[in-house]
């Protein structure tokens, strides 16, 4: 990950705190964190966890209590001004206007953020063909599907060209396929260099999409890392080899397998031998190495990591597929 | 300069997607006409008292608090847009964007006055065949007043609608706050038909002094106390309206 110069956007010991009449909401209790540019960031976590507070402190919405955040540079809470200018915000509603056409929704954002007529033009054209909205950008965005209107509302987030876009929430509520559409969508905004702070209660989208990711539960960033470093810290992969020649062979090898240092453990199991390592990655072509240097030949191989649930389940003490229904 | 150009967009917005509710247009225009068609009929009749002098045309009376009644309920009703957009995130986009505050909330409802506007010229023109006088000059002063008069309750329906985010909510205090500040205007009938009580809290309603300089207006009359009452109360209160309501869009937790 590039990690020179300055970091897109920084937060320090940011807190909120909501006061009805009968208690004090603790929403967010002291964050800190460091987004890069080009990175995408997941920021993972329950409905309720404080997740869509802080991205809406981040991004002006919501004054900031106490702590601090930068946005390249500016202070968010001094000058949300300079802030809006190099933010994009998708929210879980999206935004767009109902009554106005795609590609008019289009341009009068690009001319709120200060772009003349042409220049707004052009960049709502170049955004059509990017995300795909050439087919549906004339008409009006009442008749548009979820999908459709989710793909308008990334091009709104996007269209002055922002330091960092936020998505919160970008695929609830939509259909498999739909989903699968956007995570294309927002994988081509990665590989154009686009700098994006993703919030997800679903796995398989942090995973997928996010170079980098942090769970946030009850208002506070219970682990951050890369995916990879997330369940590197949960438990050892798993490896499954079943050699061709039974018996004899198989106890050659894990007594072989058993002397190396990069082998936790390795148990037999009736037709084959599971090994558990540090990192199956790099473990993986060791082991086929090695087995093939000794003669024993190999039928079939797998291997498997610990999945971001485990990690979930550990952090939080529960899994997220059961962590309850939307508050809001 | 930034805020006139921020102006000027979200004005185009709104004046261009009004023509996308035909249903709207036809009622605005509607409840106007019908107010003179079925309502003025009935005046005719009432025993004429010293305030329908038999020379005095009942439309003299009656089609400038109509005029008032437009400005009045095109301003009060201003929020319902802003909870539907609301409720679209459309608000919350918009407040991302470094937009000005107050084109946020003055874009949009420069849009509906000028359609006010254009509807109450509408009736004005359709009342003349039947026994309105024009004054032009009394009537472009009116307008101005009623412009005001707009304005201010636009910014509070909109900050209102900000605060209370729902619909049951918002439509709860602004018909609550609208139907007293209506029957204590004389806006359908002049208070001077009441009793003395009516008259004296009439006096504390920003709204009565609105309609009585506009009946002058109307009439042709240019300059006297009760015009310049009417301005001294609308300049100070819409400014305020327009603040608060340009503050409630910068901090709004929607």
Do not use: C
């Not at chain 1, 308008?152 to 330091?163: F, T």
């Not at chain 1, 498997?304 to 809001?328: C, I, K, M, N, Q």
């Not at chain 2, 909870?83 to 509906?112: D, K």
């Not at chain 2, 002094?209 to 109307?218: G, H, I, K, M, N």
């Amino acid at each position: 990950m590039n990690t020179n110069g300055q970091p897109v956007l920084e937060a320090h010991d940011l807190t909120k705190t909501f006061h009805t009449r009968k208690e004090k909401i603790e929403a967010v209790r002291g964050i800190d964190m460091e987004i890069w540019p080009g990175e995408i960031f997941g920021f993972l976590g329950p409905n309720g966890a404080g997740k869509t507070t802080t991205l809406r402190m981040l991004s002006t919405l919501l004054p900031i209590e106490s702590g601090r955040a930068m946005v390249s540079g500016f202070d968010v809470y001094k000058s949300p001004h300079q802030v809006r200018q190099r933010i994009g915000y998708v929210s879980q509603l999206g935004g767009s206007d109902r009554l106005a056409t795609g590609r008019e929704d289009l341009l009068l954002q690009g001319e709120l953020y200060g772009m003349g007529r042409r220049e707004a033009e052009q960049r709502a054209d170049e955004l059509i063909e990017v995300l795909d909205l050439a087919e549906f950008a004339s008409r009006r965005v009442q008749s548009y599907s979820g999908g459709q209107r989710r793909r308008l509302d990334i091009a709104l987030g996007i269209m002055h060209r922002p330091d960092v876009l936020f998505l919160d929430e970008p695929t609830t509520g939509l259909d498999p396929q739909n989903r699968a559409n956007l995570w294309v969508q927002i994988s081509k905004l990665r590989e154009a260099g686009t700098t994006i702070f993703l919030t997800t209660h679903y796995l398989e989208e942090a995973d997928a999409l996010s170079n980098r990711l942090a769970i946030m539960d009850h208002g506070q960033l219970v682990a951050e890392g890369t995916s990879r470093q997330l369940k590197q810290q949960i438990a050892a992969d798993s490896v499954v080899v079943s050699l061709q020649e039974d018996g004899a062979g198989s106890e050659g090898a894990m007594r072989l397998l058993q002397e190396q240092d990069f082998v936790r453990e390795v148990s037999a199991e009736p037709d084959h031998l599971r090994l558990y390592v540090d990192d199956g990655v790099t473990a993986l072509p060791r082991i086929l190495r090695l087995l093939d240097r000794n003669g024993m030949a190999i039928k079939t191989v797998t291997l498997s990591e610990p999945t971001l649930d485990d990690v979930f389940l550990r952090y939080t003490g529960r899994s997220l597929r059961d962590a309850g229904h939307p508050l809001d | 300069m930034k805020t006139l150009r921020d102006i000027a967009l979200l004005y185009r917005r709104s004046f261009v997607q009004t023509f996308r509710v035909p249903v709207w247009l036809a009622i605005s225009f509607s409840t106007p006409l019908l107010y003179l068609a079925l309502f003025t009929p009935l005046l005719k009749s009432l025993p004429g008292g010293s305030e329908f002098p038999p020379g005095v045309n009942v439309l003299e009376i009656f089609l400038p608090g109509i005029l008032a009644l437009m400005a009045f309920m095109s301003g009060a009703s201003a929020g319902f847009s802003t909870i539907f957009e609301l409720q679209a995130g459309y608000t919350e986009r918009i407040r991302v964007t470094p937009a000005s505050r107050l084109a946020l909330l003055i874009g949009p409802i420069l849009s509906s006055l000028t359609w006010t506007f254009f509807f109450m010229t509408m009736i004005v023109v359709v009342a003349e065949p039947f026994g309105f006088p024009i004054h032009i000059a009394g009537l472009l002063i009116a307008y101005v007043l009623l412009a005001l008069l707009m304005v201010l309750f636009a910014s509070f329906s909109i900050a209102v609608a900000l605060l209370t985010k729902e619909i049951n909510s918002f439509a709860a205090v602004v018909n609550g706050i609208n139907l007293p500040l209506l029957l204590l205007a004389g806006i359908l009938l002049p208070l001077e038909l009441g009793p003395a009580w009516m008259r004296v809290i009439g006096h504390f309603n920003p709204l009565y002094y609105v309609v009585e300089a506009d009946r002058l207006l109307a009439a042709g009359h240019l300059w006297n106390t009760t015009i310049v009452e009417g301005f001294l109360v609308m300049v100070p209160l819409t400014a305020l309206a327009v603040v608060w309501a340009t503050r409630v869009y910068r901090r709004a937790v929607s």
